[in-house]
């Protein structure tokens, strides 16, 4: 079993959906948990962090934590054709040193 | 402006050859990575350093060397004994929270 799975998709989503991504992880001490948008042929850069039970928004974007299930989910709401991208979720590993476990991502289209 | 830089952002190698990706920051920031992306693949962590003059090997370190002499550059060598070197390579630094990431450009190498 892989560290970190996510739905590979794609996800395609019509402007002003919801987007749901979803990401469950093996490692029971992970307590730090975040999402990273890639442009394709750019670098990643963090758009959510999430470290307690719950939900976490932050303006279109809210993050889901179910440490009991190992899930971690991202929704997109009124999606754009600019949210078009790779998601990727990232986990760490019960460290205080930074290491992640990266998934491989789901690339989502927001279409017009 | 703050910022990682990453050089050069396309570079050709004939098998056998080392060759150095250089990863500079002006962030002020303690801990830095080397990452390494292949297609439809997750990160995976190749180095790090939380400070000067320290650095651990990451989850591939093999064929891989880097150096950590001064807080603001982190270069990566790749070496011939690299079985596969072709990849998009990410150097990213964090502060505060670990696992909150903020990535260089990448450097995109190709063997030939």
């Known amino acids: 079993q892989k560290e970190v799975e996510q739905n590979s998709g794609p996800l395609s989503v019509p402007e002003g959906a919801i987007a749901s991504l979803n990401c469950t992880y093996s490692d029971r001490v992970s307590q730090s948990f975040f999402w990273y948008r890639q442009y394709s042929g750019k670098s990643p850069e963090l758009i959510m962090s999430?470290?307690?039970?719950g939900d976490k928004e932050d303006g279109r974007f809210t993050a889901q934590l179910n440490k009991a299930s190992q899930y971690v989910s991202l929704l997109i709401r009124d999606s754009q054709p600019s949210d078009s991208a790779t998601y990727l979720c990232a986990v760490d590993r019960g460290s205080t040193l930074g290491r992640l476990y990266f998934g491989r991502g789901t690339q989502l289209t927001v279409w017009p | 402006d703050g910022g990682i830089t990453q050089s050069p952002k396309y570079l050709f190698r004939k098998e056998g050859q080392n060759v150095t990706l250089s990863c500079e920051q002006n962030l002020n920031h303690d801990a830095m990575y080397w990452y390494r992306q292949d297609p439809g693949q997750g990160l995976r962590l190749i180095y790090y350093?939380?400070?000067?003059?320290?650095?651990q090997k990451g989850d591939i370190a093999e064929g891989y060397s880097v150096s950590r002499e001064k807080k603001e550059s982190f270069p990566l060598t790749v070496t011939s004994a690299q079985k596969n070197p072709t990849a998009f390579y990410l150097c990213?630094?964090?502060?505060?929270?670990?696992?909150?990431?903020?990535f260089g450009e990448g450097s995109r190498l190709t063997v030939l």
């Open positions: 350093s939380q400070i000067v003059n320290d650095f």
């Open positions: 990213a630094s964090s502060i505060g929270q670990p696992g909150e990431l903020f």
């Open positions: 999430i470290y307690s039970n």
